[in-house]
């Protein structure tokens, strides 16, 4: 009895993983589909004379060519590693800072986290419009500080071309600071006990202890940090739009709405299609070795 | 945790000075993450007149909701003037089918990827989630046409097809990662006892996933009404969500500016999120740390 009995499960078990598979299936196939077949589409396109309509006839490099012909894609590229680097290092700081500052035995350090994170959950757009208002020449801080006294006080980085860049970093930065917290505020949390009190007994310092055995000891999350911070950047969009329209002229532009300009208003569907793989092929040399390692890590691990 | 009042070599009253710092400076960012939102508020209470005249930094004289009235009622997006509510429910009708439908997708999918795993699953997985990673640029323009020949384009319909397929890999991941966690005797025994697959899948395994599915929702719902990508290049006219409504009456060149009206309709547009946030934060930070990169 006991052996007919397992074999029977043994069947139901045998259709139970084929209704697994089916249930998977439709994502899966979705996935396939709408990703990588798409990826697969977009970079044919790429290698396409497609214009203002998706035509099929080959072109060759042609669409790359023009791509890195353009004065626009090289100031969008430019804006990117200099909006990038400065939002990745600027997170940090002070998200770190922060996370210290937080994890001393605060009295409202709920309240303090909520307020502090609170940004991340509105949308870049909302983010944008404030933002813009904030540092609009004419009525915003700039004003504010002439109302104070500081008549001498400019601030026209929104107009200028060659500061609009820099007021994207602001408001990103107020908008994503507050995660990196969160993330290093977690990390704190799980650093062991015993080692710091062992340094401090042998008479480390508190600063000591932070450089030398805290910090080292969540390395890892520095890199997490960094890699989302690095992918947002990439996929930056909204904001630009909401804030500067990637203006004055393309002054603040970045790859991914020098993309959108090309595919939806410029009729340049193979150009766009181009910048699309370009910006693909950044974040997959950010993400794949990251997730490598990760997974890699985590069989390791458990 | 290594904090001043522990760990200190110094005297008494140095950490009293020590600690008041650092609640001088805790509460210096406090106010910088809050200053937006303050002028936001008080922006969108004062009267055009009184912004022209008064500063940035100033709280209203005359407190007035004649601009969050004019944004839900009146604001122009484009050449419509029906306000940004037509919008807000446009984002309704979007976020609640996507949310839904790819919450549910993700749950089976993870269980089914996890408990009654076949062979391929750990591939099938590292192929659905790499979808989490693509800048969506590389998928606007056959997207766009392929909503075109479905008859979905412009419409609200498309924009939840397109939030369930990229919003999968999310929430597959986060139920997967879920139910890793949960015993498999728990599915054995059930198999024992003659329970097929669906019916564990709703007896027992969804009454124990309320947490995720918070979590799943959440991120969903934030991903979804804040999106403005999808929705400006496949919904266009009065079927765009909120996002590319506000961004219309913000950079709207004809006319006055104004401001107050703006501001209202930023705050309309990131209320439901900042709710969610408010109170639910705790899910909101699983999802964001969960669907930041962890695989």
Not at chain 1, 47 to 67: C, H, I, N, T
């Amino acid at each position: 009895m006991g052996a007919s009995q397992s074999t029977e499960s043994n069947l139901t078990a045998g259709i139970q993983r084929h209704l697994s598979k089916i249930v998977v299936a439709p994502s899966f196939a979705a996935s396939l589909f709408f990703v990588y077949g798409f990826i697969l589409w977009t970079g044919y396109m790429a290698f396409s004379k497609s214009r203002m309509l998706p035509v099929w006839d080959w072109a060759g490099l042609r669409q790359y060519e023009r791509l890195w012909q353009m004065e626009r894609w090289h100031v969008a590229i430019e804006n990117l590693f200099i909006f990038g680097g400065l939002f990745i290092v600027a997170c940090l700081v002070i998200g770190c800072l922060l996370a210290v500052l937080l994890d001393q035995r605060i009295r409202a350090e709920g309240v303090l986290r909520t307020i502090f994170l609170y940004p991340m959950a509105l949308s870049f757009i909302v983010t944008g419009t404030v933002w813009k208002w904030l540092l609009n020449p004419g009525l915003g801080l700039e004003s504010a500080m002439h109302d104070l006294g500081w008549t001498s006080f400019k601030f026209d980085w929104l107009i200028n071309s060659d500061m609009a860049i820099y007021t994207v970093v602001i408001a990103a930065v107020w908008q994503a600071s507050g995660f990196v917290m969160a993330m290093f505020l977690a990390a704190l949390r799980g650093v062991d006990q015993d080692i710091i009190r062992a340094a401090y007994m042998d008479g480390a310092s508190l600063p000591r202890i932070y450089f030398g055995i805290i910090i080292p000891s969540i390395r890892p999350v520095f890199l997490s940090a960094i890699v989302v911070l690095a992918h947002l950047a990439v996929k930056s969009f909204d904001l630009v739009i909401a804030l500067t329209g990637g203006g004055p002229g393309y002054s603040s532009d970045l790859p991914a709405t020098f993309m959108y300009t090309m595919a939806f208003q410029r009729n340049q569907l193979g150009v766009g299609a181009a910048s699309a793989m370009m910006m693909l092929a950044t974040v997959m040399a950010i993400i794949v070795p990251y997730l490598y390692s990760e997974l890699r890590g985590g069989k390791k691990n458990g | 945790m290594a904090d001043i009042q522990t760990y200190s070599h110094d005297a008494g009253w140095k950490n009293v000075v020590l600690r008041g710092l650092l609640y001088l400076v805790l509460i210096l960012f406090a106010l910088y993450y809050l200053f937006p939102l303050i002028v936001m508020i008080s922006t969108s209470l004062k009267s055009l007149d009184e912004i022209r005249e008064g500063s940035l930094v100033s709280l209203p004289r005359v407190i007035t909701f004649d601009a969050w009235n004019y944004a839900w009622n009146e604001a122009c997006v484009g050449v419509e003037c029906t306000g940004i509510k037509l919008y807000f429910w446009n984002s309704v009708k979007m976020a609640i089918p996507a949310v839904l439908i790819s919450t549910f997708l993700g749950a089976i999918n993870g269980y089914a990827l996890t408990k009654f795993r076949f062979k391929g699953a750990n591939i099938v997985f590292a192929l659905l989630l790499f979808g989490c990673f693509i800048p969506f640029q590389v998928v606007l323009l056959p997207m766009s046409q392929v909503l075109g020949k479905l008859g979905l384009a412009s419409s609200t319909s498309g924009l939840v097809m397109v939030h369930v397929v990229y919003g999968l890999c999310f929430t597959t991941l986060f139920f997967r990662n879920y139910y890793v966690s949960i015993p498999d005797e728990l599915v054995k025994a059930a198999t024992i006892d003659g329970a097929g697959f669906f019916t564990i899948f709703w007896r027992i395994i969804l009454p124990i996933s309320t947490p995720i599915i918070v979590v799943s929702v959440i991120w969903q719902f934030t991903q979804i009404w804040n999106d403005f990508l999808f929705g400006a290049s496949f919904a266009s006219g009065a079927n765009a969500p909120m996002t590319v409504a506000l961004n219309n009456i913000v950079n709207t060149t004809t006319g006055v500016k104004q401001y107050n009206v703006d501001m209202a309709a930023a705050l309309l547009t990131g209320l439901p999120t900042l709710l969610v946030y408010v109170l639910a934060g705790k899910y909101f930070v699983r999802g964001l740390t969960a669907g930041s990169v962890k695989g």
